[in-house]
């Protein structure tokens, strides 16, 4: 079995962080301060990804490098449209980048000859281990998060904001009013 150097291990712990926290950031349905925060670290770890697999090429560049290209811009293009207030525009990039992240790991896991599948024959404990333990961090790391940033009163996401509309519900009445 090829060694795993550092990059490949960087590029392996960001790639399972953005694959178990994408479907958390895609289904949850409330887009608040937590979904930013939350996001922010996603952006990150995609960033890690896919600079880290320049680093990865036993055979040249590949399809997976043209991949991590592509999946630069749309980071940069899914941040400009929601700054931009076009929320189906950063939907429709980031979970294009998901499961374009899906997508390269299928082919390292289901390639007999990528590292992925090997480490599952000749090392099973090491590889739960791992995806155990990104995933128990990521549980109790977006746990704290959403408990504890405050969802700002009165202005919360509506349905309106999820079709792509920029609204804001308007603040509700305390009855001491």
């Known amino acids: 079995m090829e060694p795993f150097t550092p990059v490949i291990i960087v590029h392996a712990i960001a790639a399972l962080y953005v694959l178990l926290l994408g ?5 949850r349905r409330r887009r608040d301060g937590a979904h930013r925060l939350l996001g922010t670290t996603w952006v990150a770890a995609m960033l890690v990804v896919c600079t880290s697999s320049f680093g990865i090429m036993p055979d040249g560049f590949s399809w997976l490098h043209g991949l991590s290209t592509w999946t630069l811009l749309c980071m940069v293009l899914a941040i400009v449209a929601i700054r931009r207030g076009s929320v189906p525009t950063h939907r429709a ?6 499961l374009g992240t899906l997508t390269a790991f299928a082919f390292a896991a289901l390639v007999p000859t990528r590292l992925i599948p090997q480490l599952l024959r000749s090392e099973p404990l090491v590889a739960g281990v791992t995806v155990l333990a990104v995933a128990v961090t990521i549980a109790v790391f977006a746990t704290l998060v959403i408990r504890a940033v405050p969802r700002p009163e009165g202005r ?3 349905d309106d904001q999820e079709s792509g509309s920029l609204t804001t519900s308007p603040p509700v009445p305390t009855g001491s009013e």
């Not at 479907?23 to 289904?27: A, G, H, N, Y």
């Not at 990039?93 to 998901?98: A, D, K």
């Open 93 to 98: 990039f980031m979970v294009g980048s998901y």
């Open 156 to 158: 919360g996401v509506t």
């Open 23 to 27: 479907p958390l950031q895609i289904l």
